[in-house]
């Protein structure tokens, strides 16, 4: 019983040290300023999803997987954006390459001032603009898939 | 903060515990307090085991983010979750297991309607386009959608009232658990492709608990009646 009971402790203290710094291949990320964000959302020819992160910040974590799943299957119809704020290149870098979101656009704004001119603060944080730069949803918090699913399929008609 | 979700569970457990209170009055032989527990108990294990599964699936590793646990906001796996809060039922309930879950079968179906009448806190009822005269739309949109959730919140309702009233009827032990099961399986086999989606959903899993507890079912009533048919044996 003792050997199980140690042996599960290796596994566990084993999985928890799993985390990585690994970067691989994300490159840095381009700075963007509130003027930059606000034409980027203006002069978009498709809808467009804005995902507002953090490496530091657990909730992001969890909804990872389903932006990278939404963007795999609406790639093609729907522009992914995503907004780095508060947080440090290599850190960020990190983050893209553990969940694989390198695949869309991601911006740096380590002062929250890109941010800031979204008129929303607090991260996780999902908008959904329709293709004529228009604000459809603005979602605060995580996002379920349900719900993620609903706002692509309105901006995406 | 956000505490929509927290709404939609209370409403959940006020269907479960409105339909147990119910049935406590009108049937003498539930011991409802104990039948409370064991569907908190389900509840609860169901959760944590669904949102781990969830986060496995979309690759976070629960061990090195174990605080994600407690997000339930960002998914929890209904498979998962339901064969989890079955086994703990099973657990709880070992002692007396078709008996108590007949008894716990409709107000289950009740409390399940109030999570999916939850939706109205939430502001998600809705699903995929439609024209339909009682089809309605997001703020900010055109796009008229069914209200999925509470078409299921409805058929559930009504699977609970169903039970409930076949429960005092006193059938074969299993019987009301088995058609529970198969109600459930049925009602989210139905209204799961009028839910906007990106995983596949477990429509496999829904069909097979449609099988499976109509199977229960039929087997209890069977059972009984085979039971029932067999002559005494000879005198001693």
């Known amino acids: ?157 | 903060m956000e505490f929509t979700l927290l709404w939609a569970a209370l409403t959940g457990v006020a269907g479960l515990y409105g339909a147990l209170w119910l049935m406590g009055r009108r049937d003498t032989s539930l011991c409802v307090r104990d039948l409370w527990d064991a569907a908190i108990t389900a509840a609860v294990v169901g959760l944590a085991v669904g949102r781990i599964v969830a986060m496995v699936r979309g690759g976070v590793n629960p061990l090195t983010n174990p605080g994600d646990i407690l997000l339930v906001r960002a998914g929890v796996d209904t498979v998962g979750a339901t064969l989890a809060a079955l086994a703990a039922l099973a657990w709880v309930l070992r002692a007396d297991l078709a008996e108590q879950l007949d008894g716990l079968a409709p107000a289950a179906l009740a409390g399940i309607a109030g999570w999916h009448g939850g939706c109205l806190f939430r502001d998600a009822c809705l699903g995929t386009p439609s024209d339909l005269p009682w089809a309605w739309a997001q703020s900010g949109s055109d796009i008229t959608r069914h209200p999925v959730e509470l078409y299921a919140a409805l058929a559930f309702l009504l699977a609970a009232t169903g039970l409930f009233r076949l429960r005092l009827r006193y059938p074969p032990p299993g019987v009301v658990a088995g058609l529970g099961l198969a109600v459930a399986g049925v009602v989210r086999l139905a209204t799961e492709p009028l839910r906007p989606s990106l995983l596949d959903g477990p429509t496999a899993w829904y069909a097979a608990a449609a099988v499976l507890g109509g199977a229960t079912a039929a087997w209890s009533w069977q059972r009984s009646r085979a039971g029932q048919r067999r002559p005494d044996g000879p005198l001693q």
């Open chain 1, 1 to 157: 019983m003792r050997r199980v009971v140690i042996a599960v402790c290796l596994a566990v203290a084993a999985a928890a040290c799993g985390g990585s710094d690994d970067v691989g291949d994300v490159g840095l990320l381009p700075e963007i300023t509130p003027d930059e964000l606000q034409t980027l959302i203006a002069d978009t020819d498709r809808p467009l999803v804005l995902n507002v992160w953090a490496s530091w910040c657990i909730p992001c974590r969890s909804e990872a997987p389903l932006l990278r799943t939404a963007h795999e299957q609406f790639g093609d119809e729907v522009r992914f954006v995503g907004l780095d704020v508060r947080d440090n290149q290599s850190d960020a870098r990190a983050f893209l390459n553990e969940f694989d979101l390198a695949g869309f656009e991601h911006y740096f704004d380590q002062s929250g001032a890109a941010q800031g001119s979204l008129g929303a603060g607090g991260v996780p944080l999902t908008l959904f603009y329709r293709a004529d730069g228009s604000l459809f949803e603005l979602h605060f918090g995580v996002i379920d898939e349900r719900t993620l699913a609903l706002n692509l399929d309105e901006i995406g008609r």
